[in-house]
């Protein structure tokens, strides 16, 4: 069992930077594949970013290629996006998300366990 929870959301410009964190439980943390998706109102929730067990391998949405960047640090149970030149665009509620299995990362029904999510809203 892993308990995820985001951090770090919160109203941003045009042009700026946030980053958000995931806090996880669990002795095997390590174990996880983890990954970001996005949600606005009434739509689909979408991928973001995603990041193998040991940090070898990344994959970003083509709308966020450049821009964000996750990173993870095993030894303290956290997942981070960094979040730079921020759109009105990206203004969604952030998920984070881990599963057990290696393939497929940019695959909502795949994760395991989701956080709580994380407001992120960007002003024009």
């Known amino acids: 069992q892993v308990q995820l929870v985001e951090s770090g959301g919160g109203l941003v410009q045009a042009g700026g930077s946030l980053r958000l964190s995931c806090a996880a439980s669990?002795?095997?943390?390590?174990?996880?594949?983890v990954g970001w998706f996005r949600q606005a109102p009434g739509k689909e929730r979408e991928f973001v970013a995603a990041?193998?067990?040991?940090?070898?391998?990344?994959v970003y949405a083509d709308s966020v290629k450049g821009r964000f960047t996750i990173s993870r640090d095993n030894a303290k149970n956290t997942v981070a996006l960094q979040m730079n030149s921020l759109k009105p665009e990206d203004k969604d509620v952030y998920y984070c998300?881990?599963?057990?299995?290696?393939?497929?990362?940019?695959?909502?029904?795949?994760?395991?366990?989701w956080g709580q999510g994380s407001q992120v809203t960007v002003s024009s």
């Open positions: 998300a881990a599963k057990s299995t290696t393939t497929q990362y940019t695959t909502r029904r795949g994760y395991d366990y």
């Open positions: 669990g002795r095997t943390f390590s174990s996880y594949v």
């Open positions: 990041i193998s067990r040991s940090s070898g391998n990344t």
